[in-house]
């Protein structure tokens, strides 16, 4: 099983990247998907989280309103699109999946709820 970000890059501040989180080895159709970053120096934080039927999401409120979580499960890939860029936003983001399909939004807020990481992609917005 593997979960395989792409997408990262340098940006200035104000502009959009969009994350892709690829699954492969098994299908992830069942299980929500959730987005972390660690920025240098800082423990690693929760981004955006989606529902496996894609009806709920969350999101931390540093990036409400600037980005957005989906999800296309007939390419077993989850998107995180980051719109209006700001240096805080730097960091590598990693996707991941709950440990349990199924699992409630409210609980994969916590990076204790994932039992499935990536490998991380680099995000790096300058001023």
């Known amino acids: 099983v593997q979960l395989q970000a792409s997408g990262g890059g340098l940006v200035q501040a104000g502009g959009s990247l969009r994350l892709s989180c690829a699954a492969s080895g098994r299908t992830f159709s069942l299980y929500g998907r959730g987005w972390f970053r660690q920025a240098p120096g800082k423990e690693r934080e929760f981004v955006a989280a989606i529902s496996w039927s894609g009806g709920s999401t969350s999101y931390t409120d540093s990036v409400k309103g600037r980005f957005t979580i989906s999800r296309d499960d007939a390419k077993n890939t989850v998107y995180l699109q980051m719109n209006s860029l700001k240096p805080e936003d730097t960091a590598v983001y990693y996707c991941?999946?709950?440990?349990?399909?199924?699992?409630?939004?409210?609980?994969?807020?916590?990076?204790?709820?994932?039992?499935?990481w990536g490998q991380g992609t680099q995000v790096t917005v300058s001023s």
């Open positions: 991941a999946a709950p440990r349990k399909p199924g699992a409630p939004i409210a609980t994969m807020t916590s990076g204790a709820a994932y039992g499935y």
